[in-house]
């Protein structure tokens, strides 16, 4: 059993980096062709793949973020981390980390495990 569960604050101020950790657990991040996934919901819109993480750290971003999404891992934790600068209210989303089985199952965006995703705000 795969369990994924993002964590961090609710709410994070413009032009401030937001800032959230994935915990990974009953699986290692770094067995071998498993992709791991940063997306986004927000209203009314569609599901946004910011970007992922392979098994060996090996990262991959959407454009449209342009360049202001990293993402790391901490392998002795088991964890995932998302940072997004210079934030604006539309940033404001659900946010969830999901992994993908493969290569080409991480560029189609087909995810076996998701976590329960972490409504962040971006307000003043």
């Known amino acids: 059993q795969v369990q994924l569960q993002e964590s961090g604050p609710g709410l994070v101020k413009p032009s401030q980096t937001l800032s959230l950790t994935c915990t990974v657990s009953?699986?290692?991040?770094?067995?071998?062709?498993?992709?791991w996934s940063w997306i986004r919901h927000s209203p009314g819109k569609e599901l946004q793949r910011i970007g992922y993480?392979?098994?060996?750290?090996?990262?991959s971003y959407t454009p449209s973020l342009k360049g202001r999404a990293s993402i790391s891992r901490d392998t002795s934790k088991n964890q995932l981390t998302l940072q997004l600068t210079s934030v604006t209210p539309e940033d404001t989303a659900v946010y969830y980390c999901?992994?993908?089985?493969?290569?080409?199952?991480?560029?189609?965006?087909?995810?076996?495990?998701w976590g329960q995703g972490t409504q962040v705000t971006v307000s003043s």
């Open positions: 999901a992994r993908a089985v493969g290569r080409i199952a991480a560029i189609r965006e087909t995810y076996d495990y």
């Open positions: 993480i392979d098994y060996t750290g090996i990262t």
């Open positions: 009953g699986h290692s991040i770094t067995t071998s062709n498993n992709y």
